[in-house]
């Protein structure tokens, strides 16, 4: 299958996909101070049921999310990955994520994910009052 995530305005979508809700995934903003692009997540989803697969179709650079199965999960327990497209990601069940963030205006990806859809979600905003912020740029290397 393959699973469209796209910018319209500041915000990041994703649809074209037969499970996709088709809904915000972040916001983008940019801090005053420094004049970087960030985005803002604040809806992520565990899939119990399988895993999941993205691998950027035409090689474009993305970001994705992650963060340990669990029941309590927490902004602290996301880490960002950086792909530079060469590479896609596999998802074990269980374990959160959010759509991959394109850092151009629109990524479609193959996509591969169990049949039924078994999905939790968690809104860090109204659960948890905070959100995710995730610099919109390929890492600084050391």
Known sequence: DEFK???RGSTVLSGDHKSARGG???KAVVDP???SNYVLVHWLSAHL???EAFIPKNGEPSIFLLAPPGDNV?????????S???YGISIHPGVWH????????EVVY???QGSIYATVDCLLLKEQDTCLKIPLRKPEED
């Open 5 to 7: 995530v796209y910018w």
């Open 74 to 82: 927490k902004a602290e327990d996301f880490v960002a990955l950086y």
């Open 33 to 35: 101070e420094t004049n």
């Open 98 to 105: 959010t759509a991959p963030l394109p850092l151009s205006g």
């Open 84 to 86: 530079d497209g060469c």
């Open 24 to 26: 915000a995934a972040g």
């Open 49 to 51: 049921d399988a895993g």
């Open 110 to 112: 193959k996509n591969k």
